[in-house]
């Protein structure tokens, strides 16, 4: 069969999570409670990774382990990284139900893209503990992939390593990483499709790249939405997406035209689909 047998999502900021802000909140207030006051843009740069690898690459940016020099007179440590973990995970467990509502168009879309006979696969940042409280209360309100993984189930080797996707082709019977899509909303999720050999494709809307609220969005001009619509986009393209939708109203038409590629012998991450 020579077209997409399934699609890989990312959760929060994919397909719950408008904005991507349950961990984002979380990030900023451990930092703070540590006496260094970090940005949104910091925050969220890492996204999509591994929480605790989140960590370890906030603390790796050069202003932010400048100013931890500054305050405790040495280089951050393996040690500052787990007492910060430590005090992430049940801030972010305290908070996470409140962040499972599907995005506008996801519970719709996936119910197309199931009546065209594809499996819906998906992956995450979060650990196992934090998908038990996310998976039901989403399963509640609509949505609910075939199957999920999370970095617990790789030996903690999450984005941009490729091998959670290669979990869901083995567990979805997907053929050949060809025929698979992935779709995120961060450079975590466009790098761990380049590094499986999928299509990779980036939804801004709603995205941790883009980083509004559904309100904030909706406050914009019609002008700057299509401003910070465009810039998104861009980022995407950049980190290596094979394409980008707007939202996920989007993504059946797209997948037609990658199975059309498909059929011309066309593969992810080539300069010919570009």
């Keep these: 069969m020579t077209k997409v ?20 909140n979380v990030f900023m207030d451990i930092f703070k409670n540590a006496g260094i ?36 007179g040495r280089v951050f440590n393996e040690q500052d990284v787990e007492r910060l973990y430590a005090e992430f995970e049940p801030a972010l467990m305290s908070s ?12 719709e879309t996936v119910e197309t893209l199931r009546n065209q006979g594809l499996k819906i696969g998906s992956t995450t940042g979060y650990t196992q503990s934090m998908m038990d409280v996310v998976v039901p209360n989403a399963l509640e309100k609509g949505y609910s992939p075939d199957f999920y993984i999370t970095p617990d189930g790789t030996n903690s080797l999450g984005r941009p390593y490729p091998y959670m996707i290669y979990r869901n082709m083995e567990a979805l019977k997907l053929s050949a990483p060809w025929k698979v899509v992935k779709v ?18 980036g939804v801004i809307i709603g995205s941790s790249e883009m ?7 909706h406050a914009l001009s019609e002008a700057d939405q299509e401003e910070i ?30 199975n059309r590629l498909i059929s011309e012998g066309k593969r992810p991450h080539s300069s010919l689909i570009k």
């Excluded at 006051?37 to 932010?64: C, F, N, Q, W, Y």
């Excluded at 962040?99 to 519970?107: A, C, F, R």
């Design 5 to 24: 047998e399934g699609v890989v999502f990312d959760w929060a900021g994919t397909t719950v999570d408008f904005g991507c802000f349950a961990p984002v």
């Design 37 to 72: 006051d970090v940005t949104m843009e910091e925050a969220r740069a890492p996204m999509g990774m591994l929480k605790i690898d989140h960590i370890r690459a906030m603390l790796s940016m050069p202003r932010i382990s400048g100013l931890w020099e500054e305050k405790f």
């Design 96 to 107: 996470l139900i409140e962040y499972t509502d599907p995005i506008p168009e996801v519970v």
């Design 184 to 201: 995120g909303d961060t450079a975590s999720d466009i790098k761990e499709g380049v590094s499986a050999g999928v299509w990779s494709i």
């Design 211 to 217: 980083g509004l609220s559904l309100d904030e969005f």
């Design 229 to 258: 619509i465009a810039k998104t986009a861009q980022s995407f393209m950049q980190y290596g997406a094979d394409f980008t939708i707007r939202s996920m109203s989007e993504l059946p038409q797209l997948i037609e035209n990658i």
